[in-house]
């Protein structure tokens, strides 16, 4: 069936080092792979997005890269913070709707 | 400009009850999806709806519907509540259908099934 797959669910990390995070899709047809930080009570906020007829992009410590044949995409943080400190999800259009991956919960230690 | 805001925040109900839950998007945001959200399961898409149609639907039971009215508001509603329904219900609202463009997300509806 149509599903993203993330890894790893748990992520610790020093201050100052970088995370990765990995996710594979099911569907060749999906051209939009956001992904989202959901912080302790809150609701999931869009923290970057890739379309299909992009490799990379940036925005400032947070980079995305999107493999289209193998059908994977990672999320890299740089220069971790603290404040980083969270729980990340990737998506996938499949089928006309937005599919998340399982989530990784990322704890930055100071 | 305001963002998602979902009514009410918390609820607590017990088996065999029903709960509408509400959500207003963002100002101009014709699309409301509405996600479940539970930790052992993650985010589950129920249901999309644009210009008051249902566009697309998830796996869920019938007990789980939904509309949209004219001013894009939308509600959802589970029937005949179950101890599994208990779960963090997310709204997420979209200038356009379909999943390709980003979504913004309300702070949720913490449902208690007792």
């Known amino acids: 069936g149509e599903n993203v797959e993330q890894h790893p669910s748990t992520l610790s990390v020093q201050e100052g080092d970088s995370a990765v995070i990995k996710c594979t899709y099911s569907d060749s047809a999906s051209n939009y792979f956001p992904w989202y930080k959901q912080e302790l009570g809150k609701g999931p906020q869009l923290i970057i997005d890739?379309?299909?007829?992009?490799g990379e992009k940036k925005d400032q410590r947070i980079a995305v890269t999107l493999n289209k044949t193998a059908k994977h995409f990672s999320l890299h943080i740089t220069e971790t913070q603290p404040e980083d400190s969270a729980v990340y999800f990737c998506?996938?259009?499949?089928?006309?709707?937005?599919?998340f991956g399982g989530g990784t919960r990322v704890l930055v230690k100071p | 400009k305001a963002g998602v805001t979902q009514t009410p925040r918390y609820l607590i109900k017990t088996r065999g009850q029903q709960v509408t839950l509400s959500c207003s998007p963002i100002?101009?945001?014709?699309?409301v999806s509405w996600y479940q959200q539970t930790p052992g399961q993650g985010l589950q898409f129920l249901f999309e709806?644009?210009?008051?149609?249902?566009?697309n639907k998830g796996n869920f039971p019938g007990r789980f519907s939904g509309r949209q009215f004219s001013n894009s508001r939308s509600e959802m509603n589970v029937s005949t509540l179950e101890l599994g329904d208990s779960a963090l219900y997310l709204c997420?609202?979209?200038?356009?259908?379909?999943?390709?463009?980003?979504?913004?997300f309300g702070p949720g509806t913490r449902l208690t099934v007792l």
């Open positions: 998506a996938a259009t499949l089928g006309n709707k937005l599919t």
């Open positions: 709806y644009f210009s008051e149609t249902q566009r």
């Open positions: 890739i379309r299909s007829n992009v």
């Open positions: 100002s101009g945001h014709r699309s």
């Open positions: 997420a609202s979209s200038l356009e259908a379909g999943g390709f463009n980003e979504q913004f």
